[in-house]
């Protein structure tokens, strides 16, 4: 059974370009989560979805960033005109269909996006 | 609001070692609670959970117990190994947030 997978592993854009990050979940996995960690910072929770749905997306900044996760296809988070301040490590997480709060979240190996 | 605070690191000892990361944390109602590793370069990896108050999560030698009373759920191992080496970051889910609180994380150094 393959963990969760994100693609690609490393990303770098240039200021002004669009960066699109992919996860696909753990199979049988229908909750997916987007996290952000900064250098020498812990993970902040950016969004969580559903098959077709955001769930909550108190996470994630009002501007440029989007996150689907589309009936078929993996879940995609999308920054448009990517800063400097966006670089960082994205990790996505997947659960379980179940109580979300008590279920173990298995994470990605992350995407690691440089901004020059 | 909402918020996970473990000690600062990085923490270094010798092999064989006893550990101790401290964590509490501050959420409203019943939160899960949750201990994950990241080795170098690597994605995160549960290393346990407790679902409770007075639940004891274990795996790998690692332990912790959720202590309601004093809102802690400190990570304890009786003899670290080299292996051990890496981030270890204490988190919850409940209390009012669907995805994950994380604290800033632990770098654990062992040294042979």
């Known amino acids: 059974n393959a963990g969760v997978m994100q693609n690609p592993r490393h990303l770098v854009r240039r200021r002004g370009q669009e960066a699109r990050l992919r996860c696909s979940p753990m199979?049988?996995?229908?909750?997916v989560y987007w996290y952000r960690q900064l250098p020498e910072e812990g993970l902040k929770f950016m969004v969580y979805?559903?098959?077709?749905?955001?769930?909550?997306e108190s996470g994630m900044p009002k501007e440029r960033f989007s996150a689907e996760f589309p009936k078929e296809g993996p879940s995609i988070l999308r920054i448009q005109q990517v800063v400097r301040g966006d670089s960082a490590a994205y990790f996505c997480?997947?659960?379980?269909?179940?109580?979300?709060?008590?279920?173990?979240?298995?994470f990605g190996p992350g995407t690691r996006l440089t901004v020059l | 609001g909402n918020s996970v605070t473990q000690m600062e690191g990085p923490v270094t000892l010798s092999e064989e070692a006893f550990l101790t990361i401290n964590c509490t944390y501050t959420?409203?109602?019943?939160?899960?609670l949750f201990w994950y590793v990241q080795y170098p370069g690597e994605g995160l990896q549960l290393l346990l959970k407790?679902?409770?108050?007075?639940d004891k999560g274990s795996n790998k030698g690692f332990e912790a117990t959720y202590r309601k009373e004093t809102t802690s759920f400190h990570l304890e191992k009786g003899s670290v190994q080299v292996s051990d080496s890496a981030v270890y970051f204490c988190?919850?889910?409940?209390?009012?947030?669907?995805?994950?609180?994380f604290g800033k994380g632990t770098h654990l150094i062992i040294q042979p």
């Open positions: 997480a997947s659960s379980p269909p179940g109580l979300a709060v008590t279920d173990t979240q298995y």
């Open positions: 199979k049988g996995h229908s909750h």
């Open positions: 979805l559903q098959k077709e749905n955001i769930i909550d």
């Open positions: 959420a409203t109602g019943y939160p899960s």
């Open positions: 407790a679902t409770k108050a007075d």
């Open positions: 988190a919850y889910t409940g209390g009012g947030a669907d995805g994950l609180t």
